[in-house]
């Protein structure tokens, strides 16, 4: 059965820095891609970061590209988000996935808010 199981998120102050984990199982992670997705009340989940499945070429979007970077680790079968210089704008639910086709299960996410 395929799992995502996303952690690290917490309350940080602007300017703050958060490492995202997300464990997965259940399918082959070293032959997927992997995404990071976020999402505040009210508006759809929106892709925020990208990963090829041997870790080589990632992608952001620009409201978090030179802050955040994405790696992973096909040995743990985790894949990370480092977040720095958080900004209030950040605040969201944070998800992971499969990518560039998701799979039809979410995990619970993590909760990142910023805020002083």
């Known amino acids: 059965q395929e799992k995502l199981v996303e952690s690290g998120g917490g309350l940080v102050q602007p300017g703050g820095s958060l490492r995202l984990s997300c464990v997965a199982s259940?399918?082959?992670?070293?032959?997927?891609?992997m995404r990071w997705y976020r999402q505040t009340p009210g508006t759809e989940r929106r892709l925020i970061a990208t990963?090829?499945?041997?870790?080589?070429?990632?992608t952001y979007a620009d409201s978090v590209k030179g802050r955040f970077t994405i790696s992973r680790d096909n040995d743990r079968n985790t894949v990370y988000l480092q977040m720095n210089n958080l900004k209030p704008v950040d605040t969201a639910v944070y998800y992971c996935?499969?990518?560039?086709?998701?799979?039809?299960?979410w995990g619970q996410g993590t909760q990142v808010t910023v805020s002083s």
């Open positions: 990963i090829s499945d041997g870790g080589l070429i990632t």
């Open positions: 996935n499969t990518g560039p086709i998701p799979l039809n299960y």
């Open positions: 259940g399918f082959t992670f070293s032959h997927s891609g």
